[in-house]
């Protein structure tokens, strides 16, 4: 009747209650396992894509393109190249060297090289280079009517309608006329601006002398002219003995205020994926990705059916959606890449007397290898949804999560003054100093501030009076106030949430429970602890014994040193056990313990010991 009553009245039997947390948490504790095998194949497939010989490719090439001097010139090179007679020098000296390796050390030719260049006898130049240079039209600026008498040409920025598509110079080879592009490569973001495919092209020769010579000619007829705001260099490398392609491209872009920026790229990745038995490893953990994809993805929409609009007021959900999406980019990206690598590779290969457009390829990649790094990094983030059989991090989760509003209102407060202190250095130090050439630079050059990375000198140098108020007053707001607020928000809430942890207002942690039950009870089936019930037992038995000898007068002294000889007694009969040896251990009495004069407890210690 008390049963029926509970069910009448809508309560659940405490039994009930017990079993279905029990399940629970079995659920959770799979769910976790599982998920570690997730990451772990995760790890494996991330891992598996890159290779420390990525690194010193790209080094090795960029040493050699980049920090090789001009010869005459130490102190000349594509870094250092600021006007357009050191851009020739460096195309004439530096890359020429670069690109073309014809012989061996000793100038005998160690291999059938197929009319291929081999740079530094190891990397096959695939195809030829290719130098490509893009121009704006005249008159794409107003000039001041005071100055037209001084001036009548004007050459604005770079810009998709400013760009010149006309023929200039001796208009009878294609760098003289503009070539529309049929690449599928993305547009490139430089310093000064963003620019497009096309463009006045040249590819170089086979030969070294060849190309000395078109680079004479295009130097003498002034190929390079006032309208030229961007060149690009582009040639791609192979190395079979890593499975390596390096792409490469030198950029050399010239501002609408003179000079010239260089920048560069080098990209090596694994074009081609599946080539040793480890890549096959690597093509099965991708195979099992797809499965734990598919698997998630059904219990996500399990959990949304079932939850409906409550479903999004959890944050882990939206971090496991965001964790999805992220995976099917991966997976569409990679088969994208897969696609183009198939359908292209062949043809980019065939004829080596073109120039071998790598650069979109590699440029795909290097997105997917950016996708697949920003999904394990959330993936690892994951982990903190199953921090609650962890009291320590469970107290981490907690004060965060206690103290997100204060963090918020303090965050508003914190970037007033940070934006503000940014636009004072950007209006007062950007067109003299680095770090503050632009707002955004302006940003970034304050968190460094904050880290104790500063270049106080040119801010001084700079602005002699608003410089030192400017950092004083930043470095005292910012540093010594706001950001000590913030510790103080976090200090405090961590001590609340620490005192109610102290007095059990705090999460039950069963899952820990769960798991430090199984692992005891793995030791005990491996016989590498007692039963727990034993241990009751024992514990039970020297609780009884203490105060037994507590009633018969014994002090607290004497009762340890009785524990104690107890416990070297088992520890000897442990070593030194025998079945034909019974036990006629008597107990001593307060008296005889006190004398130690028992003739028959000390005959009983010593044969112990001699045993």
Not at 95 to 120: A, F, M, T, V
Not at 524 to 534: A, F, N, S, Y
Not at 539 to 556: H, I, N, P, T
Request: glycine letters at 4%.
């Amino acid at each position: 009747m008390a049963e029926a009553s509970r069910w009448r009245e809508g309560g659940t039997p405490k039994h009930k209650l017990k079993y279905r947390r029990e399940v629970e948490i079995r659920t959770t504790l799979q769910e976790l396992l599982v998920y570690f095998i997730f990451l772990i194949n995760l790890c494996i497939l991330t891992f598996g894509m890159v290779n420390p010989h990525m690194y010193y490719l790209n080094k090795v090439m960029s040493s050699l393109f980049l920090d090789t001097s001009v010869p005459g010139d130490e102190r000349t090179n594509f870094k250092s190249v600021r006007s357009i007679t050191d851009f020739w020098k460096f195309m004439e000296g530096p890359l020429l060297e670069g690109l073309y390796w014809d012989s061996w050390y000793n100038n005998k030719q160690p291999y059938n090289l197929k009319n291929s260049s081999r740079i530094y006898y190891e990397n096959i130049l695939l195809g030829v280079p290719r130098v490509r240079q893009l121009k704006v039209r005249n008159n794409t600026c107003k000039v001041y009517s005071s100055f037209q008498s001084l001036m009548s040409e004007c050459y604005d920025k770079y810009t998709y309608e400013n760009e010149d598509l006309s023929d200039f110079g001796l208009k009878h080879d294609t760098e003289w006329k503009y070539s529309t592009s049929n690449s599928n490569s993305p547009w490139h973001w430089g310093f000064v601006g963003m620019y497009g495919n096309g463009g006045y092209i040249f590819t170089l020769s086979k030969s070294k002398y060849k190309t000395k010579d078109k680079f004479i000619d295009l130097r003498l007829n002034s190929w390079i002219t006032r309208g030229t705001r961007v060149i690009f260099i582009d040639f791609s490398l192979y190395n079979a003995n890593v499975n390596l392609f390096c792409i490469i491209r030198l950029v050399a872009e010239f501002p609408a205020t003179g000079g010239i920026l260089t920048s560069w790229q080098f990209y090596s990745v694994k074009l081609l994926r599946y080539v040793s038995y480890y890549d096959y490893f690597i093509a099965s953990c991708e195979i099992t990705f797809c499965i734990f994809l598919i698997v998630f993805t059904t219990q996500e929409v399990k959990k949304m059916k079932e939850f409906k609009s409550a479903y999004f007021k959890s944050i882990w959900n939206w971090i496991e959606l965001l964790l999805l999406v992220l995976c099917f980019m991966a997976i569409s990206f990679n088969t994208y890449c897969n696609i183009q690598i198939f359908l292209s590779l062949g043809q980019l290969l065939e004829n080596t007397e073109k120039y071998s457009d790598f650069y979109s390829l590699a440029y795909w990649h290097i997105y997917y290898n950016n996708i697949i790094a920003i999904t394990i990094f959330f993936a690892w983030i994951k982990i903190f949804k199953f921090i609650s059989f962890n009291k320590t991090m469970s107290q981490l989760s907690s004060t965060l999560s206690r103290c997100i509003k204060d963090i918020v209102g303090f965050a508003i407060m914190f970037f007033i003054i940070f934006f503000a202190y940014a636009q004072l250095g950007f209006l007062v130090f950007g067109s003299q100093v680095d770090d503050f050439s632009t707002f955004q630079n302006s940003i970034f050059a304050q968190f460094r501030i904050v880290l104790g990375d500063f270049n106080f000198a040119g801010i001084q140098q700079a602005n002699r009076i608003l410089g030192p108020i400017y950092f004083i007053t930043f470095i005292f707001f910012v540093f010594f106030v706001l950001l000590n607020m913030f510790l103080a928000i976090i200090n405090d809430t961590y001590s609340e949430v620490k005192a109610d942890y102290s007095i059990a207002r705090r999460p039950d942690f069963e899952l820990g429970k769960m798991i430090k039950k199984s692992y005891k009870n793995a030791l005990e089936k491996l016989k590498l602890k007692k039963d727990q019930k034993d241990e009751d037992r024992e514990m039970k038995r020297s609780r009884d014994l203490v105060e037994q000898a507590r009633r018969e007068g014994f002090d607290e002294n004497e009762t340890e040193s009785a524990k104690q000889m107890k416990k070297w007694k088992e520890r000897l009969e442990k070593k030194y056990y025998s079945t034909e040896t019974e036990d006629d251990y008597q107990p001593v009495t307060q008296q005889e313990f006190r004398d130690c004069t028992t003739t028959k407890y000390k005959t009983k210690f010593s044969e112990c010991l001699i045993k």
